[in-house]
């Protein structure tokens, strides 16, 4: 019977296996502190409006939280480099010249950039500008975390 029932074709006391949906509500680059060589940009393709560049080498933005995962969001294209992710004492490199794999022909905005699950706890991230040869920019707009 679909009786009492709120959508059609739904039927009363039916019940379906637990899910959980977790949703990461990304951290603005505002929150960030950044080491000279940071430059803050605005515009609307930016999460928030705003994302930090760098095109030196070493120019390093840092980040304290908790949680029990880390992703980061920036740009992907042509002109864009290579960057260090030091997450909890690991060292991680992210091309953000390719996009899904393959070599940028366009730039792409808020794309994620890196992912890691992690113990759920404290963590410390540094991410450091590698200055690659041709395309030494690399452009951050947030970081999101499961807490």
């Known amino acids: 019977s679909t009786r009492g029932s709120r959508e059609p074709g739904m039927t009363v006391g039916n019940l379906s296996a637990w899910r959980e949906a977790v949703v990461l509500i990304p951290t603005d680059d505002r929150s960030w502190s ?4 940071n430059t803050r940009r605005t515009g609307s393709a930016y999460f928030r409006a705003t ?3 760098t095109d030196v080498s070493g120019a390093t933005m840092r980040l304290m939280f908790s949680g ?3 992703s980061l969001l920036g740009t992907t294209g042509r002109y864009y480099g290579k960057l260090r992710i030091a997450l909890d004492g690991s060292s991680y490199t992210v091309d ?5 794999g393959v070599r940028e022909t366009a730039n792409h905005y808020r794309v994620l950039l890196f992912s890691k699950n992690l113990t759920n706890g404290k963590h410390a ?4 500008c ?3 040869s041709g395309r030494r920019t690399i452009r ?8």
């Open 140 to 147: 951050i707009d947030a970081a999101g975390w499961r807490n």
């Open 51 to 53: 994302a930090t560049t």
């Open 130 to 132: 590698l200055a690659t």
């Open 34 to 37: 950044f080491s000279a060589g």
């Open 125 to 128: 991230v540094a991410i450091t």
């Open 96 to 100: 953000t010249g390719n996009y899904k």
């Open 68 to 70: 029990s995962s880390f």
